[in-house]
C-alpha cells in the first residue's frame, strides 16, 4: 500500500495525490542540485536530507490525517532521529535542519542563555525533538525501503578546516547546518508548490522562471557604461578621469579567483557603475550564479535599482524590469502590481528564494539570512552561496555584530564560492577580522589624493557648539542660494527648517513616510538642478547614494564615515572645482546645541572629536577622505565597543539557531511603533492613497493589504503612539500597527513636516 506525502483537497481519488516516494525523490534531486552547485562533496548531504525530511509521514496517524481525521501529529522529528541514530555526531547538520524545515531551528540542548536581550523560544530544544521520536523509528522501519534507510553518512570532518579549536569547529558546523537547512527548505517548497500547481494545471514538467544569462545582462550593462564613458569623453574632467581609472581597475580586477575584496573609492568616484561592472565580470570569470547588492539605506535602493535597471534594458525598452529583483519594505507592492502585473508576480516569486541573476536588498535583509532561525527567511541562504556580493557601505554594520558578520562572511568566502565586494569611500578596520581582503583599486590612498576627490575643503567648528538660530542666519547670508544643512535629530531638522523662508527651505526627516520622502528628495533634486533657492535641512537620509550636488553642506558632528558622506553631496560633479581651479565645496562640521540620539551615534562623533584633537597635536588636521585616517578612526571608534555585545559567537559554538536569531537585530525596534499615515491631504477633501490603504486593511487584513501600507508608515516612539491613541487619531491593530481613525487630518501630518504632535509641536521627536 502506497504512503502519501500530499493529499488534494476534495479529491478522494488518491491516484492523484503524490506518493512520498515521489515527494522524496523530488527534494532530494534539487536539494542535491543545489547543494553540488556549491561544492560537489555536498550533494550526498542534499541527498538524505530529501529523503529523510519527511520520513514521519509514514506513520499510521499521518496517514490518516491526510485522509480528513483530525489528528495532530508532527512529522518532521523522524528523520532527524533516525540521523541522530545513525551517526549521533557526523548527522547533527542533517538533524537540525531535518527537524527544523517546518518550525525552525532550535537551539541544541537547552532554551536558556546568559542574554536579557532575547525574545521567548518557544520551539523544543534539538535534543528533546530526538528524545520524543526514537520510538517512531521503530514505528516506521518496515514501511521504508532499506536503500532509503541506509544511505550513507557523509564524513562530517572533511568540511571542518584544519586545526580548528573546539568553538570555531562548532561555528563551521553552524554555518554547514544553516545552508543545509535552506536548500532543504527550498527544495521542499518547490516540489511542493508544484505538486499542487501540476494538479490544477496537469503541467507535466517543473518549471521556474526564466531569467537572461549573466552573460548576456553582463554585455548589455558594460555596452551601456562604455556608451556613457564615450560621451563623457567629449568634456574630459578630473571627476570623469577618477571613474574611468576606477572602473578599469574593477574590470582589470574582475579575472582573479573568488575570496573577500575591498572596493575603496572616494565619494562621487562611480562605485554604483564600477562595482557592478566587476561583480558581473566575475561571476562569469568565477562561473558564479548571481549578483546580490546589499544597501543599508531603503531610501537610496529604488535609485540605484533604477540605474541599474536602465543599464540591463534592451535597446529602447527603458527600464529592465525582469531581471532586477528588489528586496525590501520600502517596495509599493500594490503600486508595482497596477503598474506592471506580470513583472511585480515575478518579483514576488522571485524574493522567496533569490533565484535571479541580479537581487538589490537591504543590510537588514541579507544580515538577517544570515543569522535567522526561520524557514522562509533562512530559504534563499543557499543562493548567497555561489555569488558575488557587493556589501556597499560597508562602514554602517552595527559595531555590537562586526565580529559575528565578518565571521560569517570569511565563513562565506572560503567555504561556500561567495566572493564578497566591501564597498566603502571610509574603510573601516575589519581586516583583522576577515584575514585576506584584495584591494580592487591597487592604491586606494593615492586614489583618495587625486584632484577629483579633492573638490571638497573641511571647515571645523567644534570647539563651541552652535545655535540652531545662528544656523539658520548663516543659511540665510551665506552667498548661496542652494545650501544643505544635516542634522542628527528629527526634531532638530524641523526647528531649523522653519527657521528658514518658507519658499527657499526644504525639509527631510524620518517623520515623513517613505512615499512623502521620495517626493521630497525628487523635489530637491528637481530644484538645484533648475538653479532654484533651495536651502535643505535633512537629517541623515540623505547622505548615501543620493546624486545631490550643493556648494556648501553643513554636517553636525558625527562619525568620519558619515563626514565623508556629507561631503560627498557637495560640488559632487566637481564642476566647481574644475571652473576655480582649487577646491570650491565646503564642508562645514559645527557641534550643535543638541546631543545625538543614542550612544552609538554619540560613540562615532566623540571618535571623530578625539581624530580632531590627536591630528592637530601631531600638526595636521583630520582628513575624513584619507583611507589611512578613517582606519584609524574605526580603531577609535570600535575601542569602545564589543564587537560581539550580544555574545553570538558563543551562541553559535554551542548550536543555539533560536537564541542567536533573537539576539540579532540589525534594526533595534524596542523603542519604536509602526503608524500609517493618511497622507497627502488632497484640497477637495478626497481620500490620499494613505487614507484608502489604511481602509483597505481595516476592511480585510491579510499579507497583500499590509505589504501596500509600507510606503506609509512613520516609526514613532512608543510613547507617542500611546499619545496618538489617547487622541483618538489611530487605532491599534493586532497590538502591532497603528491606523488612522478618521479624526487623523493634517494638523497632525504636515505636507513639509510629516508626522506632527498638539498642533505641530514635535516634542516627542528624538531622532
Known amino acids: 500500500m502506497p504512503h502519501y506525502a500530499h493529499s488534494l483537497p476534495n479529491e478522494p481519488d488518491r ?3 503524490e506518493t512520498m516516494c515521489k515527494h522524496e525523490e523530488r527534494v532530494a534531486s534539487r536539494c542535491s542540485e543545489f547543494l553540488t552547485r556549491i561544492a560537489p562533496e555536498l550533494g550526498p548531504w542534499g541527498e538524505i536530507l530529501g529523503r529523510w525530511h519527511d520520513l514521519g509521514k509514514y506513520r499510521p496517524e499521518f496517514q490518516r490525517k491526510l485522509a480528513g481525521e483530525a489528528v495532530q501529529i508532527e512529522h518532521a522529528g523522524a528523520g532527524a532521529a533516525l540521523a541522530a541514530e545513525k551517526s549521533p555526531v557526523h548527522t547533527i547538520p542533517i538533524q537540525f535542519a531535518i527537524a527544523g524545515h517546518h518550525t525552525g531551528l532550535a537551539n541544541h540542548t537547552t532554551n536558556e542563555t546568559q542574554n536579557t536581550k532575547r525574545r521567548p523560544i518557544k520551539r523544543s530544544p534539538l535534543r528533546e525533538r530526538l528524545i520524543g521520536n526514537r520510538e517512531v523509528i521503530n514505528d516506521i522501519s518496515s514501511n521504508v525501503d532499506r536503500e532509503t534507510i541506509d544511505l550513507p553518512i557523509p564524513d562530517l570532518t572533511k568540511w571542518i578546516r584544519e586545526n580548528s579549536d573546539r568553538d570555531s569547529v562548532h561555528r563551521q558546523i553552524d554555518a554547514l547546518t544553516r545552508i543545509l537547512f535552506s536548500a532543504l527548505v527550498d527544495a521542499d517548497r518547490l516540489a511542493t508548490q508544484w505538486f499542487y500547481k501540476s494538479s490544477e494545471s496537469e503541467v507535466s514538467e517543473e518549471t521556474r522562471t526564466e531569467f537572461e544569462s549573466l552573460k548576456v545582462l553582463r554585455d548589455r550593462f558594460d555596452g551601456y557604461v562604455d556608451s556613457l564613458r564615450a560621451e563623457k569623453h567629449s568634456t574630459r574632467s578630473a571627476i570623469n578621469e577618477l571613474r574611468d581609472l576606477v572602473l578599469d581597475s574593477c574590470r582589470k580586477k574582475a579575472s582573479s579567483t573568488g575570496g573577500i575584496f575591498s572596493l575603496t573609492v572616494p565619494t562621487g568616484g562611480g ?7 566587476f561583480a558581473l565580470n566575475h561571476a562569469i570569470q568565477n562561473e558564479l550564479d548571481r549578483v546580490i547588492i546589499v544597501i543599508p539605506y531603503t531610501s537610496i535602493i529604488r535609485q540605484n535599482a533604477n540605474v541599474y535597471r536602465k543599464a540591463f534594458a534592451k535597446p529602447n525598452e527603458g527600464l529592465d524590469l525582469c531581471n532586477i529583483i528588489e528586496h525590501h519594505s520600502a517596495i509599493d507592492t500594490q503600486q508595482a502590481k497596477e503598474n506592471n502585473p506580470e513583472a511585480e508576480k515575478r518579483r514576488e516569486q522571485a524574493v522567496e528564494n533569490w533565484d535571479a541573476p541580479v537581487i538589490v536588498t537591504t543590510s537588514v535583509q541579507f ?32 559595531p555590537q555584530y562586526v565580529i559575528p558578520i565578518t565571521d560569517m562572511i570569511r565563513e562565506l568566502s572560503s567555504r561556500y564560492k561567495t566572493s564578497i565586494v566591501l564597498s566603502t569611500a571610509t574603510p573601516p578596520a575589519l581586516k583583522e577580522h576577515l584575514g585576506e581582503v584584495r584591494e580592487i583599486v591597487d592604491d586606494p590612498i593615492g586614489l583618495a589624493k587625486h584632484p577629483a576627490a579633492r573638490r571638497v575643503q573641511t571647515e571645523w567648528r567644534i570647539e563651541n557648539p552652535t545655535t540652531y538660530e545662528e544656523l539658520a542666519n548663516e543659511l540665510k547670508t551665506n552667498g548661496h542660494q542652494q545650501s544643505l544643512a544635516i542634522v542628527h535629530r528629527r526634531a532638530d531638522a524641523a526647528n531649523l527648517a522653519k527657521m528658514l523662508p518658507r519658499n ?8 515623513m513616510c517613505p512615499e512623502h520622502r521620495i517626493q521630497a528628495v525628487d523635489e530637491i533634486l528637481r530644484r538645484v538642478k533648475e538653479g532654484e533657492p533651495c536651502l535643505a535641512v535633512t537629517t541623515q537620509l540623505i547622505e548615501a547614494g543620493v546624486d545631490l550636488d550643493m556648494p556648501i553642506v553643513y554636517r553636525a558632528l558625527a562619525g568620519a564615515d558619515s563626514l565623508a558622506q556629507a561631503a560627498g553631496r557637495c560640488d559632487r560633479e566637481g564642476k566647481r572645482t ?27 562623533a566623540d571618535a571623530s572629536l578625539t581624530m580632531w584633537n590627536l591630528k592637530a597635536l601631531e600638526g595636521s588636521e583630520f582628513d575624513v577622505f584619507d583611507p589611512d585616517h578613517c582606519r584609524e578612526y574605526f580603531q577609535h ?13 558563543r551562541e ?5 539557531f533560536a537564541n542567536v536569531a533573537a539576539l540579532f537585530e540589525m534594526i533595534e525596534d524596542g523603542w519604536s511603533f509602526p503608524v500609517v499615515v493618511p497622507w497627502p491631504f488632497n484640497e477637495d477633501g478626497s481620500h490620499g492613497e494613505g487614507r484608502r490603504r489604511s481602509e483597505a486593511f481595516r476592511e480585510s487584513p491579510n499579507r497583500e493589504t499590509s505589504r501596500a501600507l509600507q510606503p506609509y508608515i512613520v516609526q514613532v516612539p512608543k510613547h507617542a503612539a500611546s499619545i496618538l491613541v489617547e487622541q483618538g487619531v489611530i487605532e491599534v491593530m493586532f497590538g502591532s500597527i497603528g491606523i488612522p481613525t478618521d479624526l487623523f487630518n ?19 521627536l528624538q531622532c
Request: aromatic share 12%; glycine share 6%; net charge neutral.
Open 271 to 277: 562605485k554604483t557603475f564600477s562595482a557592478m561592472s
Open 504 to 511: 527657499h527651505r526644504m525639509h527631510l526627516s524620518a517623520q
Open 15 to 17: 491516484s492523484r495525490w
Open 367 to 398: 544580515f538577517e539570512t544570515l543569522f535567522s532561525d526561520h524557514p522562509s527567511q533562512c530559504r534563499k541562504l543557499h543562493r548567497i552561496a555561489n555569488s558575488v556580493v557587493i556589501l556597499d557601505e560597508i562602514q554602517t554594520i552595527p
Open 578 to 604: 574644475v571652473a576655480s581651479g582649487y577646491p570650491a565645496g565646503k564642508l562645514i562640521v559645527f557641534r550643535p546645541e543638541t546631543k545625538p540620539p543614542g550612544q552609538t551615534l554619540q560613540d562615532a
Open 746 to 764: 493634517s494638523s497632525w501630518y504636515s505636507d513639509e513636516f510629516g508626522l506632527t504632535y498638539d498642533e505641530g509641536e514635535m516634542s516627542f
Open 652 to 656: 553559535r559554538a554551542s548550536l543555539n
Open 637 to 649: 571608534f570600535y575601542g569602545t565597543k564589543m564587537l560581539d555585545q550580544h555574545h553570538l559567537q
